[in-house]
Nanobody
Framework: QVQLVESGGGSVQAGGSLRLSCVASRYTDTYSSYCIGWFRQRPGKEREGVGAIYTGTRITYYVDSVKGRFTISQDSAKNTVWLQMNSLKPEDTAMYYC???????????????????WGQGTQVTVSS
């Protein structure tokens, strides 16, 4: 009953910006507040965390490699979460996914097996 749809990926030059969106449908049928995580998978590597937001408090979490460059936010209806990516680097090239579960936490948000729902992914390519 829950669907997550990412969009906004594309190709940009290094130093450019992209804004990804994650639209969640029917998730509040189960949870009044929830955690939306952003993950990415680069060629030949395991899927890794980028950041997350807890919709109840709007507290956000980020890995060190994107702090100061990426920002996660949500709209007032809580159905859309945004990933604003600035100062993009070639190493940011990856498939980006959003995922949902009940709560976040400073450590728990990174645990991919705990996420119940995943989007289809959107490709981000950054060229030099």
């Amino acid at each position: 009953q829950v669907q997550l749809v990412e969009s906004g990926g594309g190709s940009v030059q290094a130093g450019g910006s992209l804004r990804l969106s994650c639209v969640a449908s029917r998730y509040t049928d189960t949870y009044s507040s929830y955690c939306i995580g952003w993950f990415r998978q680069r060629p030949g590597k395991e899927r890794e965390g980028v950041g997350a937001i807890y919709t109840g408090t709007r507290i956000t979490y980020y890995v060190d490699s994107v702090k100061g460059r990426f920002t996660i936010s949500q709209d007032s209806a809580k159905n859309t979460v945004w990933l604003q990516m600035n100062s993009l680097k070639p190493e940011d090239t990856a498939m980006y996914y959003c995922a949902a579960k009940d709560t976040c936490g400073s450590a728990a948000w990174l645990l991919t097996p705990l996420y119940n729902y995943w989007g289809q992914g959107t490709q981000v390519t950054v060229s030099s």
